[in-house]
């Protein structure tokens, strides 16, 4: 009956009694089927002979202060296609959710939702034969006032006593860097944001010194992050070189930056260390495109530029006639020419393993969209949750070890062969690799900070 249900508008605050969450903000979506409840540092646990799951939230929108220590049942286990396209496998625990004075059970997923507007997602199942929602319409049960909020948390602030942590990087929009400033702050940081382009020193043998927009001195940071996009290697690194001078610590140094960018180097590096790779050519323009075909086994091949990135400069020739064609139009660029054998066995699949500080603490795999090769996730490539075999992890420890990355993605394709380094990324994005695998790299950085420190 109509006059049963509840109406809800398009927001609504609701409330985890037994989660211990007194206010949290929702958005009402008939749209989605599941619900989902934004969930960091998720570890399933034994209690009593049953499998349960502990978590953090950050329950307020753009507060990373305060932090609700949680443990739930765990209900199943489920693969959840996001609206962005990855599929991950998320936990499902229940709870009792009031709002207004109604209260019932739900079922809910556990994800991280830092990159959404609601730390809750109330969807249609949660809603079926209770709810009727006016889109209309917001906070029809009420809403929570600044004031209850603060009475509601006032024991959940984490005062900030921590390390002064910069984050080097162009873009602060970026989910990455707003990841990586959530999680030093979290964990009771100061963290600032340094664009690199408003970054500029004095080189000084003495008092070398980085001052940044109006004259402002950066003389009284502990440590620095740098995230330096490839366009922009050259100055990014001198400006963390400069850091280094000033006796600053730097998560991956100016020197492991800089011959990670260079792909012909580093893959000199990697096989120095025996770490394998796929047969690979390289020639400046070269006059002999036949030979240098023959080199990596005939077509199919790849041709990459040395200079590109995310995919970008990479091509798939499946015959020798349009290999010949591919390296003669690069030809005519006078560029730096990588050839390399294709892996068909690898079905347009490959492994991202994310590195920090000597372990490997995600992994996922990626899958090229229908009609490419290139399994990019800026591409339209999809992530999945994949374990590791022990020998990819060696792989990816020892990449990342003979680079001296203290934060590497570390790309592997499993051919026939076994596993084969494809390249070893300074920089690597968290968007992806987070949100298919619920895990936070972002605090994994801090964390490796903080060992380098001793500080708890």
């Not at 605050?13 to 599941?34: H, N, Q, Y």
């Not at 509601?152 to 005062?159: D, E, K, M, R, S």
């Not at 366009?231 to 000033?246: N, P």
């Not at 596993?419 to 690597?428: D, I, T, Y």
Request: glycine content about 8%; hydrophobic content about 40%; proline content about 3%.
């Amino acid at each position: 009956m109509l006059k049963d249900k509840i109406i809800l508008g398009s927001e609504e605050w609701c409330s985890f009694p037994e989660l211990g969450i007194p206010a949290i903000k929702a958005r009402v979506d008939s749209g989605a089927k599941t619900s989902a409840l934004h969930a960091i540092n998720i570890t399933p646990f034994i209690k009593e002979e049953e499998n349960w799951v502990r978590f953090d939230i950050n329950p307020i929108q753009n507060n990373l202060k305060t932090v609700i220590h949680c443990e739930a049942k765990l209900i199943d286990k489920r693969i959840v296609k996001s609206s962005s396209g990855f599929r991950e496998q998320r936990y499902v625990i229940q709870s009792k959710i009031q709002i207004g004075n109604e209260e019932w059970f739900i079922e809910m997923t556990l994800t991280n939702r830092d990159s959404m507007g609601f730390r809750m997602l109330l969807g249609r199942e949660a809603m079926s034969g209770r709810i009727l929602v006016d889109p209309e319409e917001k906070y029809l049960l009420g809403q929570t006032t600044h004031e209850q909020l603060k009475s509601y948390y006032v024991n959940t602030i984490v005062a900030k006593s921590g390390l002064k942590i910069a984050v080097l990087a162009s873009n602060p929009a970026l989910y990455s860097n707003r990841r990586i400033m959530e999680a030093g702050e979290m964990r009771g940081h100061e963290m600032s944001f340094l664009n690199i382009k408003e970054c500029y020193m004095k080189l000084d043998a003495d008092k070398p010194e980085i001052h940044y927009r109006g004259g402002k001195i950066l003389d009284k940071f502990d440590a620095i992050i740098p995230r330096i996009r490839p366009s922009i290697t050259f100055y990014g690194c001198a400006l963390t070189r400069q850091f280094e001078a000033m006796k600053v610590f730097c998560l991956n140094s100016a020197a492991a930056i800089t011959q990670s960018r260079d792909k012909l180097f580093s893959l000199q590096l990697l096989l120095h260390h025996g770490v394998d790779i796929p047969t690979t050519g390289f020639a400046n323009s070269p006059l002999d495109t036949d030979d240098l075909i023959k080199m990596v086994g005939g077509s199919p091949l790849i041709v990459k530029l040395l200079e590109g990135t995310q995919g970008k400069g990479v091509v798939l020739a499946e015959t020798k006639k349009a290999a010949e064609s591919v390296i003669n139009a690069f030809k005519s660029l006078n560029a730096n020419i990588l050839v390399q054998e294709f892996i068909k066995e690898a079905n347009g699949k490959d492994l991202r393993l994310f590195v920090v500080d000597g372990k490997v603490v995600a992994t996922i795999q990626r899958e090229a969209a229908a009609g490419e090769f290139r399994a990019n996730i800026h591409l339209g490539g999809t992530a999945s949750v994949i374990k590791p075999t022990a020998e990819e992890k060696k792989i990816a420890v020892k990449a990342a070890k003979a680079m001296d990355l203290k934060v590497a993605g570390v790309d592997i394709i499993r051919s026939s062969k076994g596993p084969l380094l494809l390249e070893v990324n300074s920089s690597p994005g968290l968007e992806g690799i987070e949100g298919a695998t619920n895990k936070d790299i972002a605090g994994e950085m801090i964390r490796a900070i903080e060992k380098n420190f001793k500080w708890k």
